[in-house]
């Protein structure tokens, strides 16, 4: 299967600090998300995106398809930002977009 | 738009006892519906695909007779694990593609937090 590798497994930010998470992955996809999950455990769809730049306050992404990476980028950090950040892919021969998920990076914001 | 609702969100249950969990989309239909359970500090992991009106698919290792999906309309899926065991301990989020097309994203319930004792 797919294999999806993140990047860094923990990290550690003084609030304020701008920071860039990385996933790469084994194969061609049709769908890629981003998701940050909070310490009640719910997943927060921060982006589908399987290809492209999209930004949303002060996240964006970016994945180039073509060399199978994408990077979210968290600039200002908050406390709030605390979590993991989970990307999950889904491979371009398969359907019904079963995801697979990458094993996260702990991100922890201090203030 | 594209939500989805799981229920209950923590249950404590005795071991040996079974255990239903619901999810729902409450604004659109889902033919298809996934079941994931993630263990402390680890990701999550695909269980079984929920189909709609026919037999769920279930992921190598996922017992399908312990983990039993009914997907009876395009709006429901439950998960019901059976006989449950201490260590079937875990999170469990169930999740569907909203409006069904196919290059759209994955929307996730808040999860189940089932802890048997």
């Known amino acids: 299967g797919i294999q999806v590798e993140q990047s860094p497994p923990d990290l550690i930010l003084q609030e304020g600090a701008n920071s860039t998470l990385r996933c790469n992955f084994s194969d061609s996809v049709n769908n890629l998300q981003w998701f940050h999950q909070n310490p009640w455990g719910q997943l927060i769809n921060l982006f589908y995106i399987p290809s492209g730049t999209k930004q949303n306050g002060r996240l964006s992404a970016t994945t180039v398809a073509t060399e199978r990476y994408s990077l979210l980028y968290i600039s200002s950090s908050q406390t709030t930002d605390s979590g993991v950040y989970f990307c999950?892919?889904?491979?371009?021969?398969?359907?019904?977009?079963?995801?697979?998920f990458g094993e996260g990076t702990q991100l922890t914001v201090n203030p | 738009g594209a939500v989805v609702s799981q229920h209950p969100s923590w249950v404590i249950c005795k071991s040996g006892t079974s255990v239903k969990i619901e999810c729902r989309s409450l604004d659109f239909q889902a033919t298809t519906m996934f079941w994931y359970r993630q263990f402390p500090k680890q990701s999550l992991m695909l269980m079984a695909t929920s189909n709609e009106g026919s037999k769920a698919t279930y992921e190598q290792g996922v017992e399908k007779d312990k983990f039993l999906i009914n997907h009876a309309s395009l709006t429901l899926s439950t998960l019901t694990v059976t006989s449950a065991h201490p260590e079937d301990s875990s999170f469990y989020i169930c999740?569907?593609?909203?409006?069904?097309?196919?290059?759209?994203?994955?929307?996730f319930g808040n999860g189940t937090r089932l802890t048997v004792t």
């Open positions: 999740s569907a593609r909203g409006g069904g097309q196919f290059d759209s994203p994955l929307h």
């Open positions: 999950a892919v889904a491979p371009r021969e398969t359907s019904g977009s079963r995801l697979t």
